[in-house]
């Protein structure tokens, strides 16, 4: 039954609008190397309101296929924070504090946030004005600072299990990162455009010293010890030879 209570309850639902600062970031990440310590990233208002956004650095490492992140002040930002008008363009000058001296790949990452406007408390309070929520906004850009010497090597296993599935798992033997974005699993034997025995989409970095694992499900019974991995990376494809028996 359709009540007073029920028509004023969908009236201000309908009433509210999520409100989010709209924000371009380009780069959206960035490469740094010896001789090659400074970069910029141009922040553009896209909005028709002013934001205030305050910039952090982290460091970024993994440890069991997990990430970690710490506040550092080894990355340099400026400025740290800053007011964008709707429509004007922000400059981040971003700099290391010492030039790198590692034999591997070192990462950071830059959170910009959006600094709540005045008289709100937290993230999706009622700050914007009355009747609209305000989503503050967050971006997260990777910063990585290559070694003297770049080394790209990786090490594949594919082991099968019980119920049909694939783990596919890949060890990073170089010395900077690679980001996986797709795996495609086929027979060793089989043609080029042949179905693709099981596949999957990921967006995972995996840094030097580190692993990185995926799980396919064909959707077959599938026979033989020999495979072939089509893998979409950030340096580009990747054909891969797989075998079962291979410890």
């Known amino acids: 039954m359709y009540s007073v209570f029920t028509g004023l309850l969908i009236g201000l639902l309908l009433s509210i609008a ?6 371009e970031v380009m780069p959206v990440g960035l490469k740094l190397a010896p001789g090659h310590d400074r970069a910029a990233i141009t922040v553009t208002n ?3 309101e002013g934001v205030v956004m305050q910039v952090e650095t982290v460091s970024w490492t993994q440890a069991d296929g997990s990430d970690h992140y710490a506040p550092t002040r080894e990355l340099l930002v400026n400025p740290p924070l800053f007011t964008l008008k709707p429509g004007h363009v922000q400059v981040l000058r971003i700099g290391l504090r010492q030039p790198p001296s590692g034999e591997r790949e070192s990462a950071f990452r830059l959170l910009l946030r959006e ?3 005045a008289g709100s408390t937290r993230v ?3 700050g914007g004005g009355q009747g609209k929520v305000r ?3 967050q971006i997260r850009l990777p910063v990585y600072v290559e070694p003297a010497k770049v080394i790209r090597d990786q090490q594949w296993q594919i082991q099968r299990s019980n119920d ?7 060890t990073n033997t170089g010395t900077v990162h690679m980001v996986i974005s797709e795996l495609t699993l086929r027979a060793a034997d089989a043609a080029i455009n ?7 989409k990921a967006s995972t970095a995996v840094f030097p010293g580190q692993r990185g694992s995926w799980v396919l499900h064909p959707q077959t019974d599938v026979e033989g010890l020999h495979f072939t991995l089509d893998v979409a990376t950030d340096q580009g494809p990747q054909n891969v030879a797989l075998d079962l028996g291979r410890p």
Not at 18 to 23: G, L
């Open 18 to 23: 999520a409100r989010a600062a709209d924000i």
């Open 164 to 170: 049909g599935a694939f783990t596919v798992v890949v």
């Open 194 to 200: 042949s179905p693709a025995l099981a596949s999957i």
């Open 135 to 137: 989503v503050l906004l």
């Open 115 to 117: 600094v709540p406007p």
């Open 46 to 48: 896209q909005g028709v």
């Open 124 to 126: 999706g309070s009622n």
